[in-house]
């Protein structure tokens, strides 16, 4: 039967993989360094910032103001400063990278109720991080505010801010990025693999044994692509539970639709996989190919930066992207619980592309084999 010729292909497909040095170490290696690295270090989360203070008041009010910076587990104090020109020096040589500077006046401003001015120096160099910080000392100011109005009989102000986030109440940016890892890895594993199958068979001269033999070249196509599809599905499932186990991620969703979702975006990716691996001719001119098309499509994918500020003619091509809309279904499943009519808004597009790059792979395959 048919299918059962399929069967011994994928078989020795998966055998090939475990027992050829560089696709095992595709399969261990980068997942592991990638999951260590992205859900350790990658994040948007500030912590521990050298903070100094140019303090010319004395009263209560900046006590109050100065230890509510100095309890936050967010700065480290790193110096009290005595000059206004040791703001420069610190600033420049990174010692700190906020100075608050309290003028002589703050207290008795305070309490002759005219407006208490309080500067922030913050380091620039990183646009990012300056913004984050400057978010992190105006909540401390703000919430300074609202209780000094508050314990001193005056009228609070007539409107207050009251965040409240969803999907992710404390903002941990972990929380946004490691599901995204479970589109990346199976991206990175899939596509080196596939790319790497029919290159293999033919640097090592087996591709042509391969054709005498009674299956058909769809046949063959078909094997070729159901060895990665199991591989990539292990790969999601093994970073999905490190990911929720391990680094604590909620997982909300469907487990259906995120498999059905992963399947979808596994066959796009195999489909790219396997026109690299007809059109080379060596194992590594695959990796090279596989590459070429690894670094656009995680930049184009939404993964670190949000694709309505690109420019409208790269928006327009990340629709191509297969990446983009499985990122879209992993967040929204793990966060939110994403419910099957919005999965489907960005599954749709996932099957189309994996129609077209199934159907792109069929043609080479075809064309270069016979």
Known sequence: MWWMQIQVLVVKELLAVWKDPRSRFVLIGPPIIQLLVFGYAATYDLQDIPIAFYIEDSGGETRDLIARFEGSPIFRTTARLERESDIARVID????????????????????????????????????????????????????????????????????????????????SRWFIVPGIVALLTLVVTLVVTALSVARERELGTFDQLL?????????????????????IVE??????????????????????????????????????????????????AILGAFLFLVPAIILSGFATPIRNMSEIVQWITYVNPMRYFLVIVRGLFLQGMPAELVARQLWPLALIAMASIGMARWLFKNRTT
Do not use: C
């Open 93 to 172: 040589s990174r010692e700190a990278s906020l100075v608050v500077h309290v003028g002589p006046d703050f207290s008795r401003d305070l309490h002759v109720a005219r407006p208490a001015t309080l500067q922030l120096v913050v380091d620039g160099r990183n646009s990012n991080t300056a913004m984050i910080l400057t978010g992190y000392a105006a909540a401390i100011v703000r919430e300074f505010n609202i209780d000094w109005l508050h314990d001193h009989g005056q009228r609070l102000p007539p409107a207050s801010l009251v965040v409240r986030s969803w999907f992710n109440p404390n903002l941990q």
């Open 212 to 232: 005498v033999t009674p299956l058909r070249p769809i046949q063959i196509l078909i094997g070729k692509s159901l060895a990665p599809l199991l591989i990539g």
């Open 236 to 285: 999601g499932s093994v970073i999905v539970f490190f990911a929720v186990f391990w680094f604590g991620v909620p997982y909300l969703g469907s487990l259906v639709l995120l498999y059905s979702s992963l399947i979808f975006f596994l066959l796009a990716i195999i489909g790219v996989g396997l026109m690299i691996s007809s059109l080379v001719r060596t194992q590594q001119q």
